[in-house]
């Protein structure tokens, strides 16, 4: 008998499974529940938190762990347990902070307690960052903290990533520094809710992980025989490039649509769930 090929399907979120106003569609929605039903091989792999997936998918789940704050963390849904985490280290922590101080660039510290995340800042000195923080309220809820110094986190909470919010110019020119740091890796993505578009997000983490490092573990873990990815920014090249086919929608960058397999149609058309249904026949 021929064995059925294992297909893992792994989806980028913002820009590529949630439609143009950050949100899942109905039909996508169920298409989750129906995957998980059928027993497709589908979760995601995103910049954004746990916390924000899981308000976004309301009742659905991943049938497969999801890859979080790109790589850092995975996190079966179904059993609702971490199977995986990657920390920043106190020297990086104290170098960047050391950097943002010296340039009066706001940042922001994710952190994870158990299965909460929380957010830590010392200033929010501009609009931007104001409005960072609102954004992230919904889903962080009390979990944001001010502090006076970044390496003074309350006990219990590990350190995974920081963020800055800005202008990409002046992003730009901070992830040349940061960059030459010993275990740092710089990640900017633009902001595709803000009406500029030169605002973009940097985040700050940790070399030895990616969305693509955090993939090739699930398809050791799942033995899949092909990994198919959608993605649509900076952060998912790498996941694209080193997936066996590689989708990216319409409005993605330029770079991502370059080295995909095929361009589908816009986010607003749940082109990633369609794709899917039409690829596995479930």
Known sequence: MTKMKRTLYISDLDGTLLNSKGKISPYSLDAINRFSESGVLFTCATGRTLSSVKMLLGEARFTCPAVLSDG???FDMMKNEVVNVVS??????????????NTDQDGFLYC???NEYALFYTAARNALSRRFIERKRPFLKDNIFRIDHFSCLPEGYLPLYYVLYDEDARLKQLQQTISTLQGAHCLLNRDVYHDREDIYFMNILSDTTSKHSAINTLRACLDVDEVVAFGDNYNDLSMLKHADRSYVPEHGIREAKQI???????????????????????
Do not use: W
């Open 72 to 74: 850092l963390l995975t």
């Open 88 to 101: 920043l280290s106190r020297d990086l922590i104290i170098h960047v902070s050391a950097i943002l101080e």
């Open 112 to 114: 994870i307690k158990g």
């Open 260 to 282: 995909a397999t095929q361009v589908i149609p816009s986010c607003d058309l749940d082109s990633v769930v369609r794709f899917i249904e039409a690829d596995s026949g479930r």
